[in-house]
């Protein structure tokens, strides 16, 4: 059932989910890492993501982790804050200023509902930072781990997805 819903809302915020498989395309291209198959849209927990080979260090296993969802989360922002500050306003009023607002606070939530990483690479990520990390890697990438790791299991049980529709309706009646 959980999957279902999962794989529900990713059709929902498919915007979301398409720009973070580029980017997720991209950093595999980056650290030369082969990609296996790259249809974002599928009925199983890899919804939303691509699938390729683990990454086999930890800048690597890192990066495809946190840059997807560090620029998921940054566009995010961007378009949940434009229309609050009333950049997307354009000197119109009423319903289309409104119906501008609306899409670009659900492109926001599409972003931020899809920008965590895969479990798979989370794990992956652990194990190639603090079994084949130096000491550096560590200190540096512990925080990014773990909003990485958390941030992949709130997506994963659709935590993330109630807590954006929770924001989004907040912004809309205000």
Same mark, same amino acid.
């Given at each position: 059932?959980?999957?279902?819903?999962?794989?529900?809302?990713?059709?929902?915020?498919?915007?979301?989910?398409?720009?973070?498989?580029?980017?997720?395309?991209?950093?595999?291209?980056?650290?030369?890492?082969?990609?296996?198959?790259?249809?974002?849209?599928?009925?199983?927990?890899?919804?939303?993501?691509?699938?390729?080979?683990?990454?086999?260090? %930890?800048?690597?296993?890192?990066?495809?982790? *946190? #840059?997807?969802? /560090?620029?998921?989360?940054?566009? @995010? &922002?961007?378009?949940?804050?434009?229309?609050?500050?009333?950049?997307?306003?354009?000197?119109?009023?009423?319903?289309?200023?409104?119906?501008?607002?609306?899409? %670009?606070?659900?492109?926001?939530?599409?972003? *931020? #509902?899809?920008? /965590?990483?895969?479990?798979?690479? @989370? &794990?992956?990520?652990k194990e190639k930072v603090y079994k084949n990390g130096n000491i550096f890697q560590k200190i540096f990438y512990t925080p990014g781990f773990l909003g990485c790791i958390a941030g992949a299991y709130l997506e994963?049980?659709? #935590?993330?997805?109630?807590?954006?529709?929770?924001?989004?309706?907040?912004?809309?009646?205000?």
């Amino acid at each position: 059932m959980m999957n279902i819903l999962y794989v529900i809302t990713r059709f929902i915020t498919f915007p979301g989910a398409l720009v973070r498989a580029m980017w997720e395309h991209l950093v595999c291209r980056v650290c030369g890492v082969p990609v296996e198959d790259n249809r974002t849209f599928r009925n199983d927990e890899l919804c939303s993501h691509i699938e390729h080979e683990l990454m086999p260090n %930890a800048r690597g296993a890192f990066a495809v982790c *946190f #840059v997807p969802a /560090f620029m998921n989360g940054l566009l @995010a &922002l961007f378009l949940a804050w434009a229309p609050v500050l009333g950049l997307f306003a354009f000197e119109m009023t009423g319903t289309a200023s409104r119906i501008i607002n609306i899409v %670009a606070y659900w492109f926001a939530l599409s972003l *931020f #509902v899809n920008s /965590f990483p895969s479990i798979e690479d @989370a &794990l992956n990520m652990k194990e190639k930072v603090y079994k084949n990390g130096n000491i550096f890697q560590k200190i540096f990438y512990t925080p990014g781990f773990l909003g990485c790791i958390a941030g992949a299991y709130l997506e994963r049980y659709l #935590v993330s997805f109630v807590a954006s529709v929770g924001v989004l309706v907040y912004l809309l009646v205000k």
